[in-house]
């Protein structure tokens, strides 16, 4: 599903080693999806639907910040470790 740029998404990331639990929600808090995706930048980028500008929230642990580093590179997403 693609959706237009001016839609903004709120991305929940439960960060586990092996996987990253994604929570999307959209602007009205409508979950969109969340499911168990394997833990990989472009895995967790493809969950969201494509188009939307991306507020994303990535639970602060051990191995963290590389992947928020990497969605905010390589997906051009807005990430905070919380």
Known sequence: MKILNWVRL???LD???DFVQV???D???RIVRNSRVENNWRKI???VPAGAQV???LEACC???DLAEELVEQAGWSV???
């Open 27 to 29: 602007e009205a808090g």
């Open 10 to 12: 709120f991305v929940g």
């Open 45 to 47: 980028a493809a969950a």
């Open 55 to 57: 507020q994303a929230a």
């Open 63 to 65: 191995g963290a910040a």
């Open 23 to 25: 929570c999307v929600l």
């Open 15 to 17: 960060y586990h080693q």
């Open 80 to 82: 905070s470790l919380a």
